[in-house]
């Protein structure tokens, strides 16, 4: 049942996504009445989210945030599926990468670098990275529990030679890369819940203990790579920039979890600034710090 499930959606959204954005985002706002009202997906745990992170605002603001990020999470779900059919041209017109120079210095200067990100305006866009960039992209995932959607967004996101490591394969493809010689850049989604045994640090995060991955942080303090926080900024409807902002240039022997610390604390900045373009129906908070610790 899920292969037909599939099946059936893949071949509605190939179809469909051969027409251009700006008609798509008609269909973006038609499916927002269904996606927020009708039953609505996840309403009770966006506003707890909200409300828990944004205690200092009334229940206007709060519905306002709401109602947008259904609006954003509508045009992602269209522009995620556009990528089908996207050129890298007109992706690159569409993610605009406002600094490759950093990049590219970095790569000149022969450094590896652990690029951090939240799920945060469109992370699946970044497909187009490897052309603004000599360094080879590795992009760390969670595999899908649905092997078949697993393997389809793994196709669309190894475009343009990008590397897919599952968490449980990055420190052999580290090391791999590393013998042959290839500057890479290894790029974590770091805003996701660590399973209930695997949380080894909790932090402030928007007002909440939350439980951090500190994957990032080990891998760039083991070979001293530089360390970057991917900005991703909605412009205009169907139309981003990505700024690549330096964190650290060198990580060996910084204090333990002050790289954690650092790319927690950038995310929150920038999500307290737009709050919309945040995936606020992850249910991020599941776990309390004294339930994991008992």
Not at 160 to 176: A, E, K, Q, T
Not at 239 to 263: C, K, M, Q, R
Request: net charge positive; hydrophobic share 40%; proline share 5%.
């Amino acid at each position: 049942m899920e292969a037909i499930g599939f099946y059936i959606v893949y071949g509605f959204a190939w179809v469909l996504t051969f027409l251009p954005l700006p008609v798509l985002y008609i269909l973006s706002d038609c499916i927002f009445p269904i996606v927020y009202y009708f039953p609505g997906y996840r309403r009770k745990v966006v506003r707890t989210n909200l409300m828990n992170s944004f205690p200092e605002k009334n229940i206007k603001e709060i519905i306002k945030i709401e109602k947008a990020y259904y609006h954003h999470l509508c045009d992602l779900f269209i522009e995620t599926f556009k990528l089908i059919h996207m050129s890298n041209k007109e992706t690159m017109e569409r993610m605009q990468m406002t600094n490759p120079e950093l990049l590219n210095r970095l790569y000149n200067e022969g450094k590896d670098v652990v690029a951090i990100l939240g799920h945060f305006g469109n992370w699946e866009w970044l497909v187009c990275l490897p052309l603004y960039t000599k360094l080879q992209i590795v992009s760390i995932y969670k595999p899908l529990k649905d092997k078949h959607f697993d393997r389809f967004m793994n196709k669309m996101r190894s475009k343009n030679n990008m590397i897919l490591s599952p968490m449980s394969g990055i420190i052999r493809d580290v090391v791999s890369l590393r013998q042959k010689n290839i500057r890479s850049l290894f790029a974590f989604i770091t805003d996701q819940r660590p399973p209930k045994g695997e949380i080894k640090f909790w932090t402030k995060f928007l007002n909440q203990d939350t439980p951090v991955y500190l994957g990032a942080e080990k891998i760039a303090s083991k070979y001293n790579m530089a360390v970057v926080f991917f900005n991703i900024q909605k412009v205009r409807r169907g139309y981003y920039t990505l700024t690549a902002e330096l964190l650290f240039e060198n990580s060996e022997g910084l204090p333990e979890h002050l790289i954690t610390e650092t790319h927690v604390q950038r995310l929150e900045e920038i999500i307290r600034e737009t709050p919309e373009q945040w995936v606020w129906t992850h249910r991020r908070w599941k776990y309390k710090r004294e339930q994991a610790n008992g």
